[in-house]
């Protein structure tokens, strides 16, 4: 039962371009949404998180929207740079259920120049 | 400020061997996380230790992982005996507030 899912397992983005990277999720008690940022041969690194009692945060060139409704949130990159060459995990939690995660199974986003 | 230390980083074993793996959370974290990621897939928590007890274990396939974590600070898991479809990246995670999270680098594990 995949309960958070990232349907697009990579994305090729042109350096300067905007990066858009979605994640769906079943559970409605789901109630905080967290990115990661996976390079090779390390651990994950957070990278901006979204609880749902808002629909946008901004960090930098980083922005995470969620829509509720649709059960669906993305992060958008802009504008992309070649670092930004990673995996990238969609993560979710419930309240109550003592901050345990579940990831999606990632979306690799290569930066080309 | 030190970030999580898991050791070893690589490990190849043959089938029904044991193995453990070790983790040092980043200090003063009351939080530590054990997860499996197998290749393809996103990390799966395995255990969830609140100093040195445990709040979910729920997927830790207990019949032959088991977890420890020592007066609340280092952690140790142990696979004991090894089945091929182990062979994964356990990562070690510590957390101070609810959420965010701090993953060590993992180690690789392949079973033969």
């Known amino acids: 039962d995949q309960q958070v899912k990232q349907n697009s397992p990579s994305l090729s983005v042109q350096e300067g371009r905007i990066s858009i990277l979605n994640c769906d999720y079943t559970n409605s008690m789901f109630d905080y949404f967290l990115w990661y940022k996976k390079y090779p041969a390390e651990g994950p690194t957070f990278l901006i998180s979204?609880?749902?009692?808002?629909d946008k945060n901004e960090d930098g060139r980083f922005t995470v929207f969620l829509n509720k409704s649709a059960k669906h949130l993305s992060l958008h990159i802009v504008p992309s740079q070649p670092g930004d060459s990673a995996v990238y995990f969609c993560a979710a939690s419930a309240t109550g259920t003592a901050s345990k995660l579940t990831f999606g199974t990632g979306t690799r986003l290569q930066v080309t120049l | 400020e030190a970030g999580v230390a898991q050791s070893p980083r690589y490990k190849i074993i043959e089938k029904r061997q044991s193995v453990a793996f070790w983790c040092n959370p980043i200090?003063?974290?009351?939080?530590l996380y054990w997860y499996q990621q197998i290749l393809g897939q996103g990390p799966k928590l395995l255990i969830q230790?609140?100093?040195?007890?445990?709040?979910?274990d729920s997927q830790l396939p207990k019949d032959r992982f088991s977890a420890e974590r020592l007066k609340g600070v280092d952690s140790t898991l142990k696979i004991q005996p090894a089945k091929l479809e182990d062979s994964a990246v356990y990562l070690c995670?510590?957390?101070?507030?609810?959420?965010?999270?701090?993953f060590g680098p993992g180690t690789r594990l392949t079973v033969t």
């Open positions: 200090s003063g974290h009351a939080t």
């Open positions: 995670a510590s957390s101070l507030n609810v959420y965010e999270q701090y």
């Open positions: 230790f609140q100093n040195n007890g445990v709040v979910d």
């Open positions: 979204i609880s749902s009692i808002k």
